[in-house]
């Protein structure tokens, strides 16, 4: 008995070597056909009980369905990216039988109180890896991360993809999962991202967005957005279905009640890309050759996502990342000086003064550095993260963060000279601090002013706006002749009076939306409008006056980057990765320049002829136009 069963074992393990031999790599580990859902577009709103109700009438025809192995969530859980709802999501999602993977949609990026860290701390981080019977599954993040953008999925991301890739082999079969669609108009790296990929074996990127069903190629490789989870115009929520057998993926919508439909499929075997090509297109460069004036001075690749602008002091350059590392840069050359690593990502501007840097961090923190070596001087606690903007005057550092409070902070010590708790949102915005007051707008569709000593109330302006989307939070409001200026994404631009808080005036002339810039003499305010133009607006009188528009030629536009004017010029830029000069009394394009194809964050001019730069990319950089020839 012990020899046969013995020569049972030694005959066993000879089979299964003969087959791992014989079979072919790819179908080694995938021999059973498997099923999983995805639930996309959830839109729960504490203030509509459909979504709710939708989703969880999802979630029992899901339990009530065989063999389903897992589910997709890709992203839009929620309406506003509030962590609350997110919590009450996680408990709805908690139900299902099975285990289930989730991603950020652009509801949880654009609108996070917490920076988004409240999505990793509640569904375990912000991207997902695993393997199921033979194919790779990696989920990432598709931004746009607090800044009203295309998607973008950040450099770190992109190596980690690979990275995971090289691990299971090149040829490992691969499903891909974001909430956009990786297309140009959706996401601004699609190029990035499908060139990265394209080596690989990749059978399908799955997504959402869109709130309907679409086959589509990216760049060649399949790629499927599914319905929304939301109930559809006959009441009927519903979710994707795909079955995966050796050979092929099949693709159905699955109504509420109603047997699911075949839409979609995809082999496992045959080729629908060349893995050796490139993309099918490439952003448009061609605008540097008509300016060939303007040169980067330096640029440095960080690798790493960034969403605040650059901060100069003296001849440093001070800049925050996706990372949450603080970095100085030479303002000479860009080398690198030193980095401080807070806890979570960096979000808000910095801003410098006597050799101190300040910084909020995703971390509930904020940060007083030396300027000179990048040693920590003090932290302040907050009791949520520190999304804000920091502005610095005389001596003193006025910063919101998302626990309802703002805070001036003296920069030497890092005592809290006072806080005003009053609110309701929270605050991304870069504090305007006048002579008296310290104004600032939050995503509680109300814009501040507190008295600049201590901190107490003088008014508030709301606009009568009621939705969080239409807030004045996003825009770094300016003042001048007596008013404050801002824009929403109401597309109006509006002057408040200082001292009162009462609406001067308010106009949809120009369509612009959440951008505003003064002029250094205090005369005119600049926006942007939201295709192509550059306005400028009179700054004295009770009504709105434009004195000019420019177009500029850079399409449709939304991104929050503010016009900044220096030595005459007024500097701007965009989404899509364009920095351009304005003659300010005019208008007049002076120059443009393209440094890559992703949010440009408000830049930081030096004099008329430099101006400073980052981007959602990764970049930090130095511009430079050469002086106009003297005219005869």
């Known amino acids: 008995m012990k020899f046969n069963q013995s020569h049972f074992i030694r005959r066993s393990l000879l089979t299964a070597v003969l087959a791992v031999c014989l079979f072919p790599l790819g179908m080694q580990a995938q021999q059973d056909t498997f099923r999983f859902a995805q639930l996309t577009d ?44 997110m919590e009450k999501v996680k408990s709805c999602l908690d139900l299902l039988k099975t285990r289930y993977y989730v991603i950020l949609g652009n509801h949880e990026t654009k609108w996070s109180d917490s920076g988004c860290t409240a999505f990793g701390e509640i569904f375990g ?176 690749q960080t690798g790493v996502g960034i969403y605040c602008s650059p901060c100069v002091e003296k001849d440093k350059v001070f800049v925050g990342d996706d990372m949450g590392i603080l970095t100085a840069y030479a303002l000479k050359n860009g080398r690198k000086l030193w980095s401080f690593a807070s806890g979570k990502r960096i979000v808000g501007t910095p801003a410098a003064s006597e050799g101190i840097v300040v910084f909020g961090s995703a971390d509930r923190r904020i940060y007083g550095l030396n300027a000179k070596d990048g040693s920590l001087l003090w932290t302040t606690e907050a009791a949520e993260p520190v999304l804000g903007a920091v502005t610095i005057d005389k001596g003193t550092a006025y910063i919101g963060a998302s626990d309802g409070t703002f805070r001036a902070i003296d920069i030497r010590t890092g005592r809290v000279v006072w806080a005003y708790t009053g ?81 001067v005036w308010r106009t949809f002339q120009s369509m612009v939306r959440e951008t505003i810039g003064l002029s250094e003499d205090g005369e005119r305010v600049y926006s942007k409008t939201m295709n192509d133009s550059i306005v400028c607006y009179a700054t004295r009188g009770d009504v709105p006056k434009e004195i000019w528009a420019s177009d500029v030629g850079f399409g449709y536009e939304h991104a929050p980057s503010m016009q900044v004017e220096k030595e005459g010029v007024v500097f701007g830029s965009t989404k899509e990765g364009l920095v351009f000069a304005l003659e300010a009394r005019s208008g007049k394009i002076l120059w443009k320049h393209k440094i890559g194809n992703s949010l440009i964050s408000t830049v930081v001019p030096l004099n008329g002829r430099e101006v400073l730069f980052t981007a959602t990319s990764g970049e930090v950089g130095l511009l430079r136009a050469k002086p106009a020839p003297a005219q005869r």
């Open 125 to 300: 981080g912000e991207r997902f890896e695993f393997e199921h019977k033979g194919i790779l599954f990696l989920g990432f993040n598709s931004g746009p991360l607090m800044r009203m953008a295309y998607g973008h999925v950040v450099p770190q991301d992109i190596r980690w993809m690979t990275e995971e890739m090289d691990k299971a082999g090149r040829d490992k079969p691969v499903i891909l999962v974001t909430h956009y669609p990786l297309m140009e108009g959706d996401v601004d790296n699609w190029y990035e991202v499908t060139d990265a990929v394209r080596p690989y074996n990749i059978r399908l990127f799955i997504g959402g967005h869109y709130h309907a069903n679409r086959n589509l190629r990216y760049d060649g490789i399949p790629g499927i957005l599914m319905r929304s989870n939301l109930r559809d115009k006959e009441g009927k929520p519903g979710y994707g279905i795909y079955e995966v057998s050796k050979d092929s993926i099949k693709v159905y919508t699955q109504r509420i009640g109603e047997p699911a439909k075949e839409w979609a499929a995809f082999s496992l075997v045959e080729p629908y890309y060349n893995r050796n090509g490139k993309a099918d297109k490439y952003p448009d460069f061609s605008v540097n050759k008509d300016y060939p004036q303007v040169k980067e001075q330096w640029m440095v």
């Open 423 to 503: 609110v309701k949102g929270y605050i991304e915005t870069k504090p305007l601090v006048t002579e008296d007051k310290v104004i600032f707008g939050a995503w509680d569709n109300t814009l501040y002013a507190l008295n600049k000593a201590d901190g107490k109330e003088c008014w508030k302006w709301t606009g009568g706006l009621t939705r969080m989307h239409f807030s004045p939070a996003a825009v770094w409001p300016v003042a001048a002749q007596g008013k404050v200026f801002i824009t929403d994404p109401q597309r109006a631009m509006t002057a408040i009076d200082i001292q009162t808080g009462n609406t």
């Open 42 to 85: 959830i839109h729960l709103n504490p203030n509509n009980p459909n979504p709710t109700e939708d989703l969880l009438r999802s979630i029992a025809q899901i339990n009530a369905t065989d063999s389903i192995d897992f589910v997709l969530v890709t992203g839009d859980l929620t309406e506003e990216g509030d962590r609350t709802t």
